[in-house]
């Protein structure tokens, strides 16, 4: 058996209600690079790259065209020797950036094309023993005002969640970002758990104080709350605050990750399936990390990342945000903030042809 193709869509999925990214950007759609794989026998896998900029999705095919040359012709099987290639060939272009990408869009793929090819779902394939997952709730967006913020917790309380993130850093004063949090808490209880996230707005200063202040919430994390370049500064926070300090999700390289680690920069390591370049660099870094006994949360792709958590000791939570699933005819069941995993081959969840077809740009 061999890869005998990959070929490549452009999808922009709408999203229900437009959002404010922390860089800024004003984003009223998911774009997706989609892939396909098939094999000489007629199986096919599908697998994607996702960005909240669509500008980008061009440059991410370019890279795709490009790199999928090393793994046609070749068995699917040998997967994790064929994004070893491709990491390797793409060196000089890195590593990590949008390179990384286009290596997950195909690694993911071949893996769901193993599924296929096998009847597997993709956790039974790597070896997974557990058919549910913790994951936790991100919403809370800077643009819901603080006092819409405790509806939207009441709300979600009543999905089956219970964990949940909410974004900060977008308020004109330090006593208007408090009241966000103190809102969620006040809605969720005590006995649900609280991250937060300013997606790198403070400063160590204003994160040392704001840690400090939080600290009657009782978080389970603050995740990224300075600018990754400042690593001096990321240090000084994680040492001088008790809560947790959650950060990765920007990191591309195992390496990357063994400098967090051994700067003390974080406490928990959040991983980004596709920056770590797909299923097969996903299960690299975190070798890395279970081999240290650090523990690690999944930064968004839940519905892949969820078959990859039940092959885990020290993964802690998914990242579960609803315009995930746009792409997918199954919706995933949360009860008691355990995400129930797929059953069905490969990634399992079914890629709604005539949706992609709907809003298919290219
Ligand atoms: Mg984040």
Request: proline share 5%; glycine share 10%; charged share 25%.
């Amino acid at each position: 058996m061999q890869v005998e193709s990959i070929s490549t869509r452009l999808v922009s999925l709408p999203m229900s209600q437009p959002y404010t990214s922390s860089v800024g950007w004003t984003i009223g759609a998911v774009g997706h690079v989609m892939v396909e794989a098939r094999t000489s026998e007629g199986h096919i896998g599908i697998g994607y790259a996702r960005s909240l900029h669509n500008g980008k999705l061009p440059a991410i095919r370019a890279a795709i065209e490009d790199v999928k040359r090393l793994a046609i012709g070749e068995d699917p099987f040998a997967v994790i020797r064929i994004w070893r290639e491709m990491m390797a060939n793409n060196y000089w272009f890195g590593p990590g950036g949008l390179i990384n990408f286009a290596i997950s869009a195909i690694d993911i793929a071949l893996w769901d094309l193993l599924g296929q090819v096998t009847g597997k779902p993709l956790y039974v394939l790597l070896g997974g023993g557990r058919q549910r997952v913790p994951c936790y709730y991100t919403g809370f967006r800077r643009s819901t005002p603080a006092d819409h913020l405790g509806m939207e917790a009441a709300m979600l309380r009543t999905q089956g969640l219970t964990a949940f993130k909410i974004k900060v850093g977008g308020e004109d004063s330090l006593d208007k970002e408090i009241e966000r949090v103190r809102a969620v808490r006040e809605a969720i209880g005590d006995d649900m758990a609280l991250m937060v996230d300013p997606n790198r707005a403070w400063s160590a200063d204003v994160t040392i104080e704001m840690g400090a202040r939080m600290e009657p919430y009782n978080l389970r994390w603050l995740e990224d709350p300075i600018p990754y370049e400042d690593m001096e500064g990321r240090t000084r926070v994680a040492a001088c605050l008790e809560v947790p300090i959650a950060s990765g999700e920007d990191m591309y390289t195992g390496s990357q990750f063994r400098d967090l680690a051994e700067h003390k920069a974080a406490d928990i390591f959040n991983v980004d399936l596709q920056r770590v370049g797909g299923i097969s660099g996903w299960l690299d870094v975190t070798s890395f990390l279970e081999g240290r006994n650090l523990p690690y949360a999944g930064h968004w792709f839940s519905e892949i990342q969820c078959h990859l958590f039940a092959t885990t000791e020290k993964g802690l939570t998914l990242e579960y945000m609803p315009w995930h699933f746009g792409l997918h005819k199954k919706k995933p069941r949360i009860v008691n903030g355990l995400m129930e995993l797929p059953q069905g081959p490969g990634i399992g969840w079914e890629i709604d042809e005539e949706l992609v077809k709907r809003y298919e740009i290219g």
